[in-house]
């Protein structure tokens, strides 16, 4: 049971209650009245900035805490790719094509849940964000296996309403997408990024940077779909042109399936970042 000590001061919750129970007044209806943590148009004012980003970092970290997540295993990738049975109404053929890592996403996920749940914790809890393609497959997959699953939304004006498979008491809504990325970060100890778009390269390039900058522990780093990840970046020609190191091209691996991706988290040998930058 959780100690809980006592306190001669009524709590935040008690005071919002007593506040509603004043007179009603000129006083009492005015905004400078409302307490100011219960104000949200004052909460929303520019200069807030500072504490709303404080409240984004803080709620999913403590929310997540409660709920146990020792650690995540993230899946980045494409909003637009649709399950092998809507590959029909796919707006490119190549989306039609990619729609099998639907399929990788959601086995990959389930694989791993499903260790999760034997394993009695949770440790490498599902992660994405939020939304649908890939990340309605990676979340998809941990409720067919039976456990939890992490959903990052972001308020976006399309694509972006949680998908119904997240864990709701898991399922968080982000303004900031710096800080969004943060908690991507802050329990992982596997990435998976499957194919996508402007968002998906923005993540994954982003994480790359801070693990080759030293800034983040090196952890597996795994790219589905080869073909397409060696079409949209020409990797070795960052290498030849001096603007990353050769050695920089052994942060991440190629895989083609969910069972590829499970052996090389399983054979991973925590390495050091190969050399100052």
Known sequence: MKYEPRRPFPDAQEDVVHAH????????????????????????????????????????????TEAGIESTIVLFGGARIP?????????????????RYYDEARRFARIMTERCVASGRRDGVIV?????????????????????????????????????FITPELCFNFHYFGIRKMHFLMRAKAIA???????????LFETLTLIQTGRMDRIPMLLFGEDFWRRIVNWEALADAGTISEQDLNLFQFVETAEEAVEAIDGWTPRATPHPV
């Open 128 to 164: 994405t964000g939020g939304g649908p393609g890939v990340m309605e497959a990676g979340n998809r997959g941990a409720e067919e296996a039976g456990g939890v699953s992490i959903g990052l939304n972001i308020v976006l004006p399309h694509e972006q309403a949680p998908n119904t």
């Open 193 to 203: 990024t499957f194919p996508g778009g402007f968002g998906t390269l923005d993540e």
């Open 21 to 64: 129970e004043t007179p009603d007044t000129p006083q009492t209806r005015a905004a400078a009245y409302r307490l100011a943590f219960n104000d949200a148009e004052f909460l929303c004012r520019d200069e807030l900035r500072p504490v709303r980003l404080q409240l984004e970092l803080l709620k999913p970290e403590i929310l997540m």
């Open 83 to 99: 399950p092998p049975a809507n590959k029909h109404a796919a707006r490119t053929e190549t989306l039609a094509d990619l729609s």
